[in-house]
């Protein structure tokens, strides 16, 4: 993918705690830090398409991710760029050449299961059975260890605030696998959607990037708490 035909991303920021004051068992005053959750209303081409609730850690990438993850682009070219303003809390992406079906696409939404209530568009459901591992993908146990101890070690919202979810991206070579990405929000969906987006700018330009030309060394995605279904490779 050229250089040229990346969207361009804005860098918005915004505080990912606030401090409130809480009332002890004691009756005592103080202040106690909390994940800042805040609303981020999606438009694509002037057009309404969502409000993701989030922490705002990496909010161009997460709008990226989603939009690839709900199937609604298809290489990331086709956006031209993404501009997120949080004193109004909007994202406005553009397109080059606008999203086809976009109202048939949006039309049907289906709500998840999970710790919290979600939904996607129906369209991605179409495609749930075709997504297929590589043959040779696998992680150690030792390796799976490291992970998880890698990202234990890390400063965390959570460790200073609780209450939200991480996904980490690392690249699994021969020896100790390598932190690329560490994503933290209120919904594992949102930290994913936003790994998903850094990969798409980063590795794998369009949706039908063939697993060969991903880097050597693979990739592996690890939602803490659920290990099981969560590390994948690619």
Avoid at 13 to 36: M, R, W
Wanted: charged share 20%.
């Amino acid at each position: 993918m050229q250089p040229s035909l990346l969207p361009h991303l804005t860098r918005a920021q915004a505080p990912l705690t606030c401090e409130i004051d809480a009332v002890n068992e004691y009756g005592e005053v103080q202040k106690v830090a909390i994940p800042a959750e805040r609303a981020l209303t999606v438009y694509v081409d002037k057009r309404e398409l969502v409000t993701l609730m989030t922490l705002g850690a990496h909010p161009e990438l997460l709008v990226l991710g989603y939009l690839r993850n709900q199937r609604l682009v298809r290489e990331v070219g086709d956006i031209e760029s993404i501009t997120v303003d949080w004193e109004v809390g909007a994202a406005a992406v553009k397109t080059r050449h606008g999203i086809s079906d976009i109202e048939e696409k949006t039309a049907r939404r289906v709500v998840t299961t999970g710790c919290g209530q979600g939904s996607v568009f129906g369209g991605l459901m179409d495609e749930v059975d075709q997504i297929v591992l590589p043959p040779d993908a696998h992680i150690t146990q030792a390796q799976l260890y490291g992970l998880v101890n890698t990202i234990r070690l890390k400063e965390t919202t959570y460790k200073s605030a609780g209450s939200v979810h991480a996904c980490a991206l690392f690249a699994a070579g021969v020896g100790e696998p390598e932190m690329l990405l560490f994503v933290e929000d209120v919904g594992r969906h949102n930290a994913i959607d936003t790994i998903a987006g850094w990969m798409w700018v980063n590795i794998a330009p369009t949706l039908r990037t063939d697993v060969s030309s991903l880097p050597p060394e693979g990739a592996l995605r690890l939602r803490p708490g659920e290990a099981g279904s969560a590390a994948l490779a690619g």
